[in-house]
Nanobody, 121 residues
């Protein structure tokens, strides 16, 4: 089955940096679209950043210029580099994959278990 395992979350002071990683298995990673979402307490889950199989990216306005999404197809891993973190970035961050589990198969969405990011002094 498809597994997405996130890591890299934690507690950081405002202005600090973190790098999240999401290791994927069970999916044809190189043709999957990958994304990072976040959900803060009492709020809806929102898209933070996404990257297509071709490497095109898009970002939420609130993180543009601070966050960078990237992927390493050789490692089946997607990253989210987060710089100049703010308290409002505090949330559980989820990795999302959209793709097939075999070549020519149907595309589906899959979610990781989430990793907590807390920005506080």
């Amino acid at each position: 089955q498809v597994q997405l395992v996130e890591s890299g979350g934690g507690l950081v002071q405002p202005g600090g940096s973190l790098r999240l990683s999401c290791a994927a298995s069970g999916i044809i990673f190189r043709i999957a679209a990958m994304g990072w979402y976040r959900q803060a307490p009492g709020k809806q889950r929102e898209l933070v950043a996404a990257i297509t199989s071709g490497g095109s990216t898009n970002y939420a306005d609130s993180v543009k210029g601070r966050f960078t999404i990237s992927r390493d197809n050789a490692k089946n891993t997607v990253y989210l580099q987060m710089n100049n973190l703010k308290p409002e970035d505090t949330a559980v961050y989820y990795c999302n994959a959209e793709g097939p589990t075999w070549y020519g198969g149907p595309r589906s969405h899959y979610w990781g278990q989430g990793t907590q990011v807390t920005v506080s002094s």
